[in-house]
Each structure stands twice: as C-alpha cells, then as structure tokens.
C-alpha cells in the first residue's frame, strides 16, 4: 500500500521583528549576526496566538486545501516543544476546533523541533496497518529564547499540518528513517520559561551527525543519492546549518533553495523543516522528488524520500501559499515584540 | 465564566456552529432552538457558519477586563455573518484599518485566560478578509 500527503496547510503569524531590531537593545554587532545565522528577520506571534491557535490554523488551511471531511480522520497528533498547557492535550483543541471530534484518536508529542515529523510517522503506520483512513500529523511552535540569549535572534512562531493516507494522495511517501541517541545538547526543564543549550555543543554531536546519520541512511536503504532529488529540505534552526549539512551531503544550493524558508522566518522548532515541505509542494510538478530531514535535540533526526503526484495540482491553489504568508509582514520594534512575548507581565 | 459554562459553548465559539430553520430558511446565531417566525412549524437544525461577513459597527476598548489586559487596546465589533445574523466579535487590526463595513473572515484565536494557572479560553475572531 502506497501511503503519503493526502494534503497540507501551513500557518505563520503576521508580524515579524529585524534582526538588527534586537542586536540594537543587547548592543551587539547586527551585521555580523544576520551572515552568522543567515536569518534577517522572524516571525512573532499576536498576542492572542499559541502553539494551538496555529496548529488550528495550518489544520484548518490542510483540511480546506484537500477538501476533506474532518469527520473521516482517525487520529490527530500535535508535535510541539511549546504546547499551552503541561497536562491538557493540545490535540483535544485542534480536533474540535476543525470538527473532527469525537470517534478518533489523539495525542501529542514532544521531541523538540522533530515532533511533528514523528507524528507524520505514526500517522503513515497506522494508515499503513490500515487501522485508520486518514490522519493529522501537525508541527507547531511560538518558540522562546531567553533575552538576550543567542536563542532570541532565530526563535520564532509557526506551523504546518500534514494530512497522511493512502488514495489521492498528492505526494507518496516511499519511505522513512530515523536516527536516535540520547545526546544533551538543548533542553528545558519542567516548569522553566526558557531553553539551556550546550553552546557550541549543538552543532556538530547535535544536528550535524543526527541529520547526517539519518539523511545517508534514508539513501542507503533506498539505494538513491543526492541527484536523483529535485528537492532538499533540512531542519532550520538558521540559515547556516543547512547549507553546510546539505552540502556535506552532496546535495546543492539548488536543490535546497525553494524550502529555505527561515531567512525570512526564523526558527519555528516544530514548524520549521515542515514549513519548508510545503513551501516545495506550493510549486513542486508531478514526479518531482523531495529529501526532507528534521532534526530534534536530544536527539533525533527523521529522514522521508517523497515523490509528487499529479493531484498536487488540483490542491495546490485552494489554500494559503507559504509564499503568501511570508508576503506582508507587520514589523514591530522590541517593546512591542517583549509585550508579544509575554516577557513584560501586567 | 465557569469551565462547564464555557464547556457547552465550545461547539459555537470555535466553530461558529448555529442554527437554521429549514422550513423557512432564516439562521441563527447563537444557535436557537425554535424559530420564532415559524413556532411549530419550524424545523431546526445545526448550521456552521462560513465566517465571512461585514462590520456593522465597531468601538476600541482601551480598558480591557480581567484575563484581556495584554490585548488592549482592541477593536470589539458587531459583524454580520453573510448568512444574516449578527454577533459581537474582536476584529484584529490596527485601529487606522477599521471601518465600517469592511469585509473579515473568522480566526482561531486565544480568547483569554482565567489566571497563568487556570483554562485556557479559545474561541473565534475577525481579521480583515
Ligand atoms: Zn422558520
């Protein structure tokens, strides 16, 4: 059974704040960060927007796209590392709010920026062991840096939601990949407002060995390389990461440059490498191939070799294009953005 | 609000889930059980609402309630829904870009919060279309 994108939405919030926004009130050298990163802006979420007003929005934008009935998902499940409430799935909210309730299943994960492609997985085993017909996979995420921690320049808030089953589909899964160790380069504790990072030790033990691990797994099992993708998208935490990672592997500026969604973006955690997904399938063409790897710390990376299909052309135009959400940004200066961010409390 | 009070309406607050009366067509929302036009001869049943509609007439709140006070200042109007009835809704946008009737869609949005330890209230708002 062939199992994969039955149809997709993305959501991004509608104000951004610059770079050189923040360096100004930590007095820090904006030039040199922007070609650090690669990132020149990212997006904030309104004060009335969470990881579940956004995951609702991208289900909502998949559910329209594919002209689906709600009613016929068998399970949802939410990946994020900023879920509203410790105990209170987000799932429950998104399953109601897109009229998909009560004969389901539903849950949500955690795996840093990588739990939204885990839920992609889950949804294609149980589509594939024919338990359900469809499922809602969805990566979501107001992610936070502490001020004045080098988090705050990439943190941003977005997301995507995937619809996985296995007839009319507009993109086919052939297959997936992971890469698991216990490696403590990023975490937050129970009860902390803010993530600790292992500095420089996120780089290479981190994201560049899961996702390579992953990605030249994914090829070994399915006996492709590097040309034989007219697409690349790895996870983004900047810019910078997966232009070195992409062309470690042998993939080029090219093939990564229509899912390179976080120069203008920032860092959605969850969102991120989703985002990028469907920022390709927005102008992919049928028999178009896409090498897509997340990464999440602590770590793992989940690697998919997908293939599009000609229906990709009827969905396409029926919902937002990230293109289009990335278009017409209102940029806010820091006091605004620290009241966005909860980070002043009245 | 309590959380059971709240519980009930979630159908329509995030869904904008109304009522209709087949017999003579007119919707409503909120959702009414009897169509006072119709009395007996009506026949109810349930209507989600597309969301798109028109600003009648809008005001700013600058001094918000308990729970709204990060919001404020925001625009509160009465929208009325293309399929005829009208309801109180936050419209969000900058104050310069509201008039009256302007065309919005429904959103998915945060309502508010009881305190940083109670519900999470969510429900519908207007952007512009
Ligand atoms: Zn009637």
Redesign the interface.
């Known amino acids: 059974m062939k199992v994969g994108i039955v149809s997709y939405g993305a959501y991004v919030p509608r104000y951004r704040i610059k770079l050189e926004e923040i360096a100004a009130v930590w007095g820090d050298d904006a030039q040199s960060i922007i070609s650090g990163l690669k990132v020149k802006e990212k997006s904030v979420p309104d004060l009335d927007e969470d990881a579940i007003t956004i995951a609702v929005e991208a289900a909502r934008n998949a559910v329209n796209r594919g002209n689906i009935d709600a009613s016929r998902l068998g399970a949802i499940y939410c990946g994020s590392e900023s879920h509203p409430y410790a105990v209170k799935p987000t799932s429950t909210i998104v399953a109601a709010a897109i009229g998909a309730v009560p004969n389901l299943t539903a849950a949500d994960f955690e795996f840093a920026c990588k739990a939204g492609t885990a839920a992609i997985q889950a949804c294609m085993g149980l589509v594939g062991a024919g338990m359900i017909d469809i499922g809602l996979a969805i990566g979501s995420d107001v992610s936070q840096g502490a001020p004045g921690d080098a988090l705050e320049y990439t943190a941003a808030a977005g997301g995507a939601a995937y619809i996985i089953g296995s007839s009319d589909l507009a993109a086919v899964i052939e297959d997936t990949f992971s890469f698991t160790t216990d490696t403590p380069d990023f975490w937050r504790r129970e009860g902390m407002p803010y993530p600790e990072h292992g500095g420089r030790f996120t780089g290479e033990p981190g994201y560049f060995k899961h996702v390579t691990f992953a990605a030249s797994g994914l090829m070994d099992k399915l006996g492709t390389k590097p040309s034989d993708y007219d697409h690349a998208v790895f996870h983004q935490p900047n810019g910078k990461f997966p232009q070195n990672v992409a062309r470690t592997l042998g993939f080029t500026p090219e093939q990564i440059k229509t899912g390179m969604v976080v120069p203008r973006l920032g860092n959605t955690y969850s969102g991120s490498c989703m985002i990028g997904l469907a920022a390709i399938l927005d102008q992919a063409v049928e028999g178009d191939r896409i090498f897509m790897t997340a990464f999440g710390s602590g770590a793992g990376s989940d690697a998919f070799s997908i293939t599009v299909t000609d229906r990709i052309e009827e969905i396409r135009d029926a919902g937002p294009k990230v293109e289009e959400l990335l278009e017409n940004p209102i940029y806010m200066d820091y006091a605004s953005y620290a009241k966005h961010k909860g980070k002043i409390k009245v | 609000m309590t959380v059971a009070r709240f519980w009930r309406k ?2 329509h607050r ?2 904008l889930i109304g009522t209709r009366c087949t017999t003579c067509g007119e919707h409503y929302f909120p959702p009414r059980q009897m169509c006072p036009t119709c009395r007996r001869e009506g026949k109810i049943e349930d209507h ?1 609402f597309r969301g798109n509609g028109e600003v009648v007439t809008y005001t700013v709140i600058h001094t918000a309630a308990k729970g709204y ?3 404020a200042p925001y625009n509160l109007a009465i929208i009325k829904l293309d399929e005829g009835p009208s309801l109180t809704g936050q419209v ?1 946008c900058r104050q310069d870009e509201m008039e009256i009737g302007m065309r919005v869609r429904s ?5 508010g919060e009881e305190s940083n330890k109670g519900m ?1 209230y ?1 429900g519908t ?1 207007f952007i512009p279309e």
């Open positions: 979630i159908p995030y869904n989600k006070e990060m919001q969000i959103v998915f949005r945060k309502l999470i969510y708002k």
